[in-house]
């Protein structure tokens, strides 16, 4: 059973949703994420940061995710195009990428648009920090985001955090038991 999964690296909600795919897979379900930008109109420098993440602050220490509100909203266009770059060849390297970007962010504030620091992530997932730095320069990796973004809307997913199970997009944060309790019924069976 795969359940398609769609973030945004500067969504709060899908930084803790990261612990909903968790749950998930441990329930036995793959999970694909895939890059969609909540805020496309994000330049370069960022923009500042929005409102409380009181909410947000308890549902990430309960699932064990240190969570610090950034002053500055960034662009995540470059790190979304390098997650769906390294998603196309290599989804185990992009998943690692992926909370390595988040944790990066979330818990420790720092700059998610610097190639630098996404090359680096990159190499710390098993992945290669110079074809990444090459993918950016090119265009490849946008291109994956392009696609990412084209599916997206074909899917009508309109934010983040959005799964889609069995056909059906499910938005928004829920309840850890709600995902305990997918697992329940949708478990494959051996």
Not at 24 to 34: S, Y
Not at 52 to 73: I, Q, W
Not at 85 to 97: D, G, I, K, M, Y
């Amino acid at each position: 059973m795969v359940v398609e999964h769609w973030f945004d690296f500067a969504c709060p909600s899908s930084y803790v949703a990261q612990d909903r795919n968790r749950i998930l897979r441990e329930g036995g379900l793959e999970v694909v994420a895939h890059a969609i930008r909540l805020h496309p109109e994000i330049r370069p420098g960022g923009k500042p940061a929005g409102p409380s993440y009181d909410f947000l602050a308890r549902e990430a220490e309960a699932a064990g995710l240190p969570l610090r509100r950034p002053a500055r909203r960034p662009t995540t266009r470059p790190a979304l195009a390098a997650h769906e770059w390294l998603n196309s060849t290599r989804p185990r390297v992009a998943q690692r990428f992926a909370e390595s970007v988040f944790t990066a962010y979330f818990a420790h504030g720092h700059d998610v648009a610097s190639v630098d620091l996404l090359a680096t992530l990159a190499e710390a997932a098993g992945g290669s920090g110079a074809r990444l730095r090459t993918a950016l320069a090119d265009g490849t990796a946008y291109e994956a985001l392009d696609r990412s973004e084209r599916q997206a809307r074909a899917n009508g997913v309109t934010g983040t955090p959005t799964w889609n199970v069995l056909g059906q997009s499910v938005s928004g944060l829920r309840p850890r038991a709600w995902f305990r309790d997918l697992t329940t019924v949708l478990r494959p069976t051996g």
